[in-house]
């Protein structure tokens, strides 16, 4: 399935660097997420866009950025992480909140 | 208290079991009950929406309590293919979706 696409699917990054992660949908949706999954972990909601506008913002530390430039696209900027921040990172969209989601496959980030 | 809270199993199962996976959450606000389903080293997907009245979607039924803030998922006729991770999705209409850690089901033969 590609309605949800997530790039790179791999990602090992040192404390130091800055990095960017990338999903798109185009399944024609309003509202987008980003979620974190840790082992052994339930998914953590992290951020909600709905209409480009962030609704949903968990506590979730300064050094992950969202942007969501249009309805498409969604980008989660990386800097300065911990080690403890290595996971996968979920993408996902959905068109109605009685709808469900959508998920994409994921990036993998290792933090070292 | 979780938001969402499911029993982790492991659930190991024959072929052609019966099993039924349970869920309850915090939220009397919740809106939006889900089910999906994860394999091993992929992304969740939707396996069934939830609703008051209960639905069926093949081998697999779904039912809401409201009142007791409960939600069940049952697999009848179980098949190899039906291992994997399931988890329990509660939403609120201001598209916040809250996830339980999963209950994981091994099928075997």
């Known amino acids: 399935e590609t309605g949800v696409t997530q790039t790179p699917r791999h990602l090992v990054m040192g404390m130091t660097n800055k990095k960017s992660l990338k999903c798109e949908q185009h399944?024609?949706?309003?509202?987008m997420y980003w979620y974190k999954q840790s082992a052994k972990k339930p998914l953590e909601l992290m951020f909600v866009?709905?209409?480009?506008?962030?609704?949903e913002n968990n506590s979730v530390p300064s050094r992950f950025s969202p942007e969501c430039p249009n309805s498409s696209h969604l980008f989660l900027h990386l800097h300065t992480l911990q080690p403890e921040d290595s996971a996968l990172y979920l993408c996902?969209?959905?068109?109605?909140?009685?709808?469900?989601?959508?998920f994409g496959q994921g990036t993998r980030l290792t933090v070292v | 208290r979780k938001e969402v809270e499911q029993d982790p199993g492991p659930f190991n199962v024959p072929e052609g079991a019966t099993v039924a996976f349970n869920c309850t959450y915090s939220?009397?606000?919740?809106?939006?009950f889900f089910w999906y389903r994860q394999d091993c080293r992929k992304e969740p997907k939707l396996l069934m929406s939830?609703?008051?009245s209960g639905n069926e979607d093949g081998r697999f039924t779904a039912q809401l309590n409201r009142a007791s803030q409960y939600i069940s998922l049952l697999i009848r006729d179980s098949k190899l293919s039906d291992s994997a991770t399931y988890l329990c999705?509660?939403?609120?209409?201001?598209?916040?979706?809250?996830f339980g850690a999963g209950t994981r089901l091994t099928v075997k033969p």
């Open positions: 996902a969209s959905s068109q109605d909140w009685r709808d469900g989601a959508f």
């Open positions: 399944l024609g949706h309003n509202a």
């Open positions: 866009y709905s209409l480009e506008e962030r609704v």
């Open positions: 939220n009397s606000a919740s809106q939006s």
């Open positions: 939830v609703y008051s």
């Open positions: 999705v509660v939403g609120t209409n201001n598209n916040d979706m809250r």
